[in-house]
């Protein structure tokens, strides 16, 4: 399958735009689309379409004409990871078992962090810390992203004497620091999205299936029941001996 995401103008999902699709510069191999800018459309192929050497050359062409004076008016555009060639090689029974496996996997983590939690605070708190844990590694890839884009000005320059540039790069190094601390530590946990994957017909492999349950089922478990058992053995626990 081709699988095709595009944008054009204001990106209304209310209308629909012509785009031709020509595969191989095959006059026979024409297909005239219509598509909703920002929705997910599928173009069934064949293995027909690749040619002996494994290659597949595609051509589009947007069918929406240009204003005279704007040359730019609806041109039509997409994003990183947007335009796919999409193969079959596995059933979806397996890949559904192997996306259950790593659902399982994120909450027997969460599980962990929540016990760790409860060894030093009280159930509901250490139930909330536990959920913001999991919220923070599900923004992380996000906040991954827009860190690409944000940042202090370089030290260098900083004027020194000026307080106000000063106090704005600290804060804006203070707040870059925790961003990047969030994504280094929970981030694995917010970019394992087997139901995202399963929903996209994506495949998930064995090896992410083992790589995810060492990753998060033994380190992130284990650290976090080791910290709990620190934790409890230094505790003080009373014994009622039902008298008195």
Not at 156 to 166: E, R
Not at 177 to 206: D, H, N, S, Y
């Amino acid at each position: 399958n081709l699988r095709y995401r595009f944008h054009i103008l204001d990106d209304s999902e209310h209308d629909e735009f012509p785009a031709t699709f020509i595969f191989n510069d095959d006059p026979d191999a024409v297909d005239n689309r219509l598509y909703v800018p920002t929705v997910a459309h599928s173009l069934p192929l064949t293995t027909d379409f690749v040619r002996p050497d494994g290659t597949l050359k595609l051509t589009i062409i947007n069918e929406v004409r240009a204003v005279p004076g704007r040359p730019d008016y609806g041109s039509l555009n997409w994003e990183d990871g947007d335009l796919q060639i999409l193969y079959n090689v596995s059933t979806f029974e397996w890949n559904f078992f192997r996306a259950m496996l790593l659902s399982w996997v994120k909450l027997a983590a969460l599980a962990a962090i929540g016990i760790a939690c409860a060894t030093f605070l009280s159930f509901p708190v250490a139930c909330l810390l536990a959920f913001t844990i999991a919220a923070a590694g599900l923004i992380a890839p996000y906040l991954a992203t827009s860190l690409e884009l944000y940042g202090p000005i370089p030290a260098s320059a900083v004027d020194w004497s000026n307080v106000g540039m000063v106090v704005t790069f600290l804060f804006e190094s203070f707040i870059e620091g925790i961003a990047k601390l969030i994504v280094f530590v929970v981030g694995g946990f917010g970019t394992l999205r087997p139901t995202q994957a399963l929903v996209e017909g994506r495949l998930i492999t064995w090896g992410d299936v083992f790589w995810n349950l060492f990753r998060l089922g033994f380190l992130w478990s284990a650290l976090s029941l080791i910290i709990g058992y620190l934790v409890m053995r230094s505790r003080e626990l009373a014994v009622y001996s039902g008298q008195g």
